[in-house]
């Protein structure tokens, strides 16, 4: 079984430039995450998708991050602009439903500058 | 609010045990999750506890007291390889995962 797809694994941008990140869950995952991790803490949830519709997104800066997730399958997370503390890797999760346990791509590690 | 509680950093001997402990409070508990994290990868899953008790998987065993708000994870014979970190994560009422800052192990010959 492919495991979760997420590119690029680097991005090296300045402050106020926009950035994208893409995210090819599991075949079958209906539910699909995205989450912020910073050096030396846990997972902070930015938005969870269950299909195509957002379940929660409390936590996202709604006024420079956007996501979608198109058909319910593939899902790009975008920062615009992007803001020194936006740099952490961003992390791709999907699971079978909300009770199954996720799985997590490699990540994208963001750096700004 | 809030809070999972882990110690930052362990260290432990090739060959030993190690147990790794979580206290969590949160709104509601509907299980409580363990990922490995080896430095620049992503978490991997190693167990799920929903009721008291331990659930055996291996050289990894995960302890659960809903009572006492606590859970351990149980590494034996240990490895060079089990040097990671290890994330502690409880699903609330909502089903949302709160996430600890996790343990980093550290393994010496």
């Known amino acids: 079984e492919a495991g979760v797809a997420q590119s690029p694994r680097y991005k090296i941008i300045e402050k106020r430039q926009s950035v994208a990140f893409w995210c090819n869950p599991i075949?079958?995952?209906?539910?699909l995450y995205w989450y912020q991790q910073i050096l030396g803490q846990g997972p902070k949830l930015l938005i969870q998708?269950?299909?195509?519709?957002?379940?929660?997104d409390s936590q996202l800066p709604k006024d420079r991050f956007s996501a979608e997730r198109l058909k319910g399958v593939d899902s790009t997370l975008k920062i615009q602009p992007a803001k020194l503390e936006d740099s952490a890797v961003y992390l791709c999760?999907?699971?079978?439903?909300?009770?199954?346990?996720?799985?997590f791509g490699d990540g994208t590690r963001l750096s700004i500058l | 609010g809030q809070n999972i509680d882990q110690p930052t950093e362990m260290t432990a001997t090739e060959g030993a045990i190690v147990q790794i402990n979580c206290t969590y409070q949160t709104s509601g508990f509907n299980g409580l999750f363990w990922y490995q994290q080896h430095a620049g990868e992503a978490p991997t899953f190693l167990s799920y506890?929903?009721l008291d008790g331990l659930e055996e998987k291996g050289r990894f065993s995960s302890f659960l007291s809903r009572s006492k708000g606590y859970s351990y994870l149980l590494l034996k014979e240990l490895q060079m390889k089990d040097s990671a970190s290890y994330l502690c994560a409880v699903r609330d009422s909502n089903y949302q995962l709160i996430w600890g800052a996790g343990t980093k192990l550290i393994i010496k010959p």
């Open positions: 506890n929903v």
């Open positions: 075949s079958g995952h209906a539910t």
């Open positions: 999760a999907s699971s079978l439903d909300v009770n199954q346990p996720q799985h």
């Open positions: 998708f269950q299909n195509n519709g957002v379940v929660d």
